[in-house]
């Protein structure tokens, strides 16, 4: 038996070591967007916005361009990312990662508070410097090395401009010049330089982040134009009828990255609509392949649409280990996908090394533009459940803690436990969509510890609990459509949240949460 194990063992190597001529599509699922790779010899790291949650600036890291597991994020300290007060979806917009002789710099912007900056590092497992501010404004800066020069490039008003900067200190040590204008679509932004076959190319997105948006691309001899736009351009776009009936939605805001054995891909930003021309998941990672001959102009996916079945060989693929489906919050280094909301009051949360989490009830709603006691991860299918154990310690009358479905302040669902009079609880459903709030369901319960389930499809979120863990019932479903982005606005997606709020600023009333789980469904 032993010996044939080891004699399967190459087998299994080779096989997940092995190209295959097909992968799926969004790389990365759930809310990840405007997305930007960097690789050191054959590891490639990638990073997305984040906005108002914290920490920012998610951090991936991959073999392969197709399989992808986060390591972190770049802005972990509030002294890189002031969020107090900001509005949903403000924050921290696109970033870029670029590796140079050693060095990490991750570039983004503080729409908020301060603007354009950028930190860096040696190790992208580490922590990253304080923030370095560049007087160069707009938004979704990118960084170009060449010749022991560094350029910078970015947005303000709508136009894509560069500029030289000083890497150690953030000076600019040329004016912003503006370089191109794009091909004629709103807010041409997401600008990167790259230089192949002695030609500048300038990448940008244009139409906005909707279904209208699409990525252009211009060349140069020279570093400050003038740029020549590509005759094909847009170069990826699924606005035409090709992709109308397309799952994919949306593709723009793109990065390119040569892979360690030459060949060209590209990473970008779409959403995959649901409950016919609404998102709920944001907008997610997606990968293409890219075909860029010597002196020509880059094609990417042959110029067809984007499938989620893309039919491309790979790069040896190297797959991480399925994530359990369980978080115990016992175990620090599985929370990397958890995420607080603004810069939290650590002292409202309590991660045990053993036992259950604790989240102190504070007067912070889950409504207010401030940072109510709050963890969340992202919802990443659309059809999905998530299922946790809650218990409402110490309560005072109207304090709750619960399972809230959240897309932004005044847009979520949230499945809670109440206190009410008398030392009793119940067990509420209740609705928020933007002014409209109501309470679906209260329900008395007895146990001390409640199940609560909500379970994501197409069109529904359907709500459930159980006393026992074992029996659950359903208290309500609700359409999916009124949390979406195009009814709640903004940049983000949904994330799943666990939360407590008090009444009243003296309550001592605590959630005691042990685990969570969340399985994609079949
Ligand atoms: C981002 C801009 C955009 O900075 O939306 O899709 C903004 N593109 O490039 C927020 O994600």
């Given at each position: 038996?032993?010996?044939?194990?080891?004699?399967?063992?190459?087998?299994?190597?080779?096989?997940?070591?092995?190209?295959?001529?097909?992968?799926?599509?969004?790389?990365?699922?759930?809310?990840?967007?405007?997305?930007?790779?960097?690789?050191?010899?054959?590891?490639?790291?990638?990073?997305?916005?984040?906005?108002?949650?914290?920490?920012?600036?998610?951090?991936?890291?991959?073999?392969?361009?197709?399989?992808?597991?986060q390591?972190?994020?770049?802005?972990?300290?509030?002294?890189?990312?002031?969020?107090?007060?900001?509005?949903?979806?403000?924050?921290?917009?696109?970033?870029?990662?670029?590796?140079?002789?050693?060095?990490?710099?991750?570039?983004?912007?503080?729409?908020?508070?301060?603007?354009?900056?950028?930190?860096?590092?040696?190790?992208?497992?580490?922590?990253?410097?304080?923030?370095?501010?560049?007087?160069?404004?707009?938004?979704?800066?990118?960084?170009?090395?060449?010749?022991?020069?560094?350029?910078?490039?970015?947005?303000?008003?709508?136009?894509?401009?560069?500029?030289?900067?000083?890497?150690?200190?953030?000076?600019?040590?040329?004016?912003?010049?503006?370089?191109?204008?794009?091909?004629?679509?709103?807010?041409?932004?997401?600008?990167?330089?790259?230089?192949?076959?002695?030609?500048?190319?300038?990448?940008?997105?244009?139409?906005?982040?909707?279904?209208?948006?699409?990525?252009?691309?211009?060349?140069?001899?020279?570093?400050?134009?003038?740029?020549?736009?590509?005759?094909?351009?847009?170069?990826?776009?699924?606005?035409?009828?090709?992709?109308?009936?397309?799952?994919?939605?949306?593709?723009?805001?793109?990065?390119?990255?040569?892979?360690?054995?030459?060949?060209?891909?590209?990473?970008?930003?779409?959403?995959?609509?649901?409950?016919?021309?609404?998102?709920?998941?944001?907008?997610?990672?997606?990968?293409?392949?890219?075909?860029?001959?010597?002196?020509?102009?880059?094609?990417?996916?042959?110029?067809?649409?984007?499938?989620?079945?893309?039919?491309?060989?790979?790069?040896?693929?190297?797959?991480?280990?399925?994530?359990?489906?369980?978080t115990?919050?016992?175990?620090?280094?599985r929370n990397v996908e958890w995420n607080?909301?603004?810069?939290?009051?650590?002292?409202?949360?309590?991660?045990?090394?053993?036992?259950?989490?604790?989240?102190?009830?504070?007067?912070?709603?889950?409504?207010?533009?401030?940072?109510?006691?709050?963890?969340?991860r992202r919802?990443?299918?659309?059809?999905?459940?998530?299922?946790?154990?809650?218990?409402?310690?110490?309560?005072?009358?109207?304090?709750?803690?619960?399972?809230?479905?959240?897309?932004?302040?005044?847009?979520?669902?949230?499945?809670?436990?109440?206190?009410?009079?008398?030392?009793?609880?119940?067990?509420?459903?209740?609705?928020?969509?933007?002014?409209?709030?109501?309470?679906?369901?209260?329900?008395?319960?007895?146990?001390?510890?409640?199940?609560?389930?909500?379970?994501?499809?197409?069109?529904?979120?359907?709500?459930?609990?159980?006393?026992?863990?074992?029996?659950?019932?359903?208290?309500?479903?609700?359409?999916?459509?009124?949390?979406?982005?195009?009814?709640?606005?903004?940049?983000?997606?949904?994330?799943?949240?666990?939360?407590?709020?008090?009444?009243?600023?003296?309550?001592?009333?605590?959630?005691?949460?042990?685990?969570?789980?969340?399985?994609?469904?079949?």
């Amino acid at each position: 038996m032993r010996k044939s194990l080891i004699f399967l063992l190459p087998l299994f190597v080779w096989t997940t070591l092995t190209a295959q001529n097909s992968y799926q599509n969004p790389v990365i699922p759930g809310y990840h967007p405007d997305p930007s790779v960097c690789r050191v010899g054959d590891d490639y790291y990638l990073v997305n916005s984040s906005f108002e949650y914290f920490p920012g600036v998610p951090l991936f890291h991959s073999k392969d361009l197709v399989n992808w597991k986060q390591i972190g994020h770049c802005l972990t300290r509030e002294s890189q990312i002031p969020l107090q007060d900001i509005p949903a979806s403000m924050g921290i917009f696109a970033p870029t990662i670029r590796y140079h002789e050693g060095t990490f710099y991750m570039i983004t912007t503080n729409v908020t508070k301060g603007g354009n900056f950028y930190v860096y590092t040696n190790d992208p497992y580490g922590e990253w410097s304080e923030p370095i501010y560049v007087r160069q404004g707009g938004i979704d800066p990118s960084l170009y090395f060449e010749d022991g020069k560094c350029y910078l490039v970015s947005n303000p008003e709508n136009q894509i401009m560069l500029s030289e900067i000083d890497i150690t200190t953030g000076e600019l040590l040329t004016e912003p010049r503006s370089i191109w204008g794009g091909t004629g679509g709103r807010y041409p932004e997401g600008p990167h330089l790259y230089k192949k076959d002695n030609w500048y190319y300038l990448l940008i997105s244009e139409g906005g982040t909707e279904y209208g948006h699409k990525v252009t691309i211009a060349r140069s001899r020279s570093i400050y134009g003038p740029y020549e736009s590509n005759p094909a351009n847009p170069i990826l776009t699924h606005i035409d009828a090709n992709a109308q009936t397309n799952p994919i939605q949306g593709t723009g805001h793109a990065d390119f990255i040569q892979a360690h054995d030459g060949s060209w891909w590209v990473v970008f930003l779409a959403f995959r609509p649901q409950s016919g021309t609404h998102h709920l998941l944001g907008r997610e990672t997606f990968l293409a392949p890219v075909e860029w001959k010597e002196g020509e102009w880059p094609v990417i996916n042959g110029g067809e649409p984007i499938q989620l079945e893309m039919q491309a060989k790979t790069l040896p693929l190297q797959p991480f280990q399925t994530p359990e489906s369980r978080t115990w919050f016992n175990d620090k280094e599985r929370n990397v996908e958890w995420n607080y909301l603004r810069n939290p009051h650590l002292s409202n949360y309590h991660w045990p090394e053993n036992g259950a989490l604790r989240l102190k009830a504070t007067p912070v709603q889950l409504d207010d533009l401030a940072s109510p006691t709050f963890i969340g991860r992202r919802q990443q299918h659309i059809n999905f459940q998530a299922t946790t154990a809650i218990r409402l310690k110490k309560g005072k009358e109207q304090d709750e803690a619960g399972l809230t479905v959240y897309m932004r302040d005044h847009y979520h669902y949230d499945i809670l436990i109440k206190q009410v009079e008398n030392g009793k609880q119940t067990l509420n459903l209740r609705y928020h969509i933007g002014n409209l709030i109501h309470t679906e369901k209260e329900i008395p319960v007895q146990a001390e510890q409640l199940y609560v389930r909500v379970t994501g499809e197409n069109d529904w979120y359907r709500f459930s609990y159980s006393e026992d863990g074992i029996t659950y019932q359903e208290i309500g479903k609700m359409d999916t459509r009124l949390l979406s982005t195009e009814t709640a606005g903004g940049f983000t997606g949904i994330m799943l949240g666990l939360y407590a709020t008090s009444a009243s600023p003296d309550s001592q009333a605590e959630a005691e949460i042990e685990w969570f789980d969340y399985q994609p469904a079949r």
